[in-house]
């Protein structure tokens, strides 16, 4: 029998399909986008140039060009060059699951096969899968703080306390807090936000571990339901973890702007 493929059996989608960074991204984008928006008023309304709202958004156009933008040449030059990088890792893997995954589905319609090389086969697919997610994650954060870095190097002079305070808490909890002078609520919200990043990743591997475990028992014949539950049980709770950490991290954000001067 063997491992099923995704086109017979929903049970074991192909993963590049990665639902998780594809919400983080738009959460990430959305916040920025609110913030800004929202300095680009207190901008028009003061009189402002609006010159870190323009740095940010050619740094979401690509990594470096709103460091250009604010004559920091040395940093530009590299964001481009890592943010190449990343990009081009990023494709690379992608293209490499998909030709092992094309190679799993073709070995697995052979009449006579090995259940071992059947399994192997899954694992290099789902291992290339698994670092094309590393590689999205990492742009996506990198781009992130590409455009913040570049909000925050610009000369704004209608800026406002408040948007800035908001930004640095986007890029990370608590930092906004510490801005605005709250150390004791900041250092709370460091720890809380590195905890919930790091509970989130400790079960999304567990989750990909438990995954493994079920379909070499299905490669197997071992109708082990047990497998099934421990992997659903444990893409729950780091379903629920990242849906707590998104929330956290937005309510952080608003209280860095709410708590500046």
């Not at 920025?32 to 402002?48: P, W």
């Not at 090995?114 to 997610?133: F, L, M």
Request: include cysteine.
């Amino acid at each position: 029998m063997g491992l099923i493929p995704a086109a017979d059996n929903p049970l074991i989608p192909k993963m590049t399909n990665i639902k998780s960074n594809k919400i983080i991204a738009i959460v990430i984008l959305l916040a920025f986008l609110l913030v800004t928006n929202i300095e680009y008023l207190n901008a028009q309304g003061s009189g402002g140039t609006g010159q870190q709202i323009n740095s940010a958004i050619n740094s979401m156009l690509f990594p470096g060009m709103g460091q250009l933008g604010n004559n920091n040449k040395f940093k530009g030059y590299l964001f481009i060059g890592i943010g190449a990088a990343l990009i081009g890792s990023t494709i690379y893997m992608h293209d490499l699951s998909n030709e092992s995954w094309d190679a799993y589905n073709t070995y697995y319609r052979l009449e006579e096969k090995n259940i071992d090389t059947e399994v192997e086969k899954y694992k290099d697919y789902a291992n290339n899968a698994n670092i094309t997610e590393i590689c999205l994650g990492v742009t996506i954060a990198f781009w992130t703080y590409n455009a913040i870095d570049a909000f925050m190097g610009a000369s704004g002079d209608g800026s406002s306390p408040k948007v800035n305070s908001a930004v640095m808490s986007l890029l990370f909890p608590g930092l906004g807090q510490k801005k605005n002078g709250s150390k004791l609520k900041s250092y709370i919200f460091m720890g809380t936000g590195a905890a919930l990043l790091g509970s989130t990743l400790y079960m999304h591997i567990n989750s990909k571990k438990s995954w493994y475990k079920y379909i070499e028992d299905k490669a197997r014949l071992d109708h082990n339901t047990d497998s099934y539950k421990d992997y659903k049980k444990n893409a729950d709770i780091a379903d629920i973890c990242f849906g707590v950490t998104t929330a956290f991290w937005t309510y952080n954000i608003i209280d860095a702007y709410i708590g500046a001067d």
